[in-house]
């Protein structure tokens, strides 16, 4: 009982870091995702030419150093400069999540069906109106389910920043494979597993209604 206790409490920990991390990476998602679309710049801005080329090519650029390194090296960077504390963890896994989230949003708003957007254009809809009524919208959908994924994701790398000594789940899966509990072990292992399956679960769920409303 004490062992399944001590499972649950490091679940939520797990848990809590993972929310942590991908309120933060949605926020670096959607910030970036947007100047990250070709259609972003195209629908709703008046600067010159080469000036939206500079920023388009800017941001896909940061974006790309961004998810270019793991969460695990992110880690060991914030841990080394910053010491050990929850921060640390937290935007190790939002850094690379962020990017990831920006690249797959500008790419799903780019490819979004233009119908509403272009009725919205004929109907005398600014650049604004356009992308923000006309072709977001479509995205967004998309945009959820992935984000909703990348959740799961995070769960799992929340359990391994276990191994660097925060109390998620894999610092109690080292802690008694290195005392050879192995019973403990695969309890902690089951305890993940299940977790990420009710996750997966719960997001499918979501998804549909997402789908229905869409």
């Known amino acids: 009982l004490l062992l399944l206790l001590q499972a649950g409490k490091a679940a939520l920990r797990t848990l809590i870091f993972a929310a942590a991390a991908m309120v933060l990476s949605l926020l670096i998602g959607f910030l970036l995702g947007f100047p990250a679309a070709t259609s972003w710049w195209e629908e709703s801005t008046f600067l010159p030419k080469s000036v939206t080329t ?3 090519g800017g941001t896909r650029l940061f974006i790309t150093l961004m998810r270019s390194v793991h969460e695990l090296l992110w880690a060991v960077l914030f841990l080394s400069a910053f010491g050990f504390n929850t921060l640390s963890a937290v935007i190790a896994i939002s850094i690379p999540y962020g990017g990831t989230l920006a690249k797959i949003f500008s790419e799903m708003i780019d490819e979004a069906p233009r119908n509403a957007s272009r009725a919205l254009r004929m109907a005398g809809g600014s650049g604004v109106q356009v992308f923000s009524f006309g072709l977001l919208p ?8 992935y984000a909703f994924y990348r959740f799961e994701c995070a769960v799992r790398s929340s359990a391994i920043l276990g191994f660097f000594g925060y109390q998620t789940l894999g610092y109690f899966i080292q802690a008694s494979f290195d005392n ?4 403990e072990v695969w309890t902690y292992l089951y305890t993940l597993f299940f977790l990420i399956l009710l996750l997966d679960v719960w997001s499918g769920s979501l998804r549909k209604r997402f789908l229905a409303y869409e």
């Open 54 to 56: 500079l920023l388009y």
């Open 138 to 145: 479509r995205a967004l959908p998309d945009m959820m389910a």
């Open 180 to 183: 050879v509990h192995f019973a």
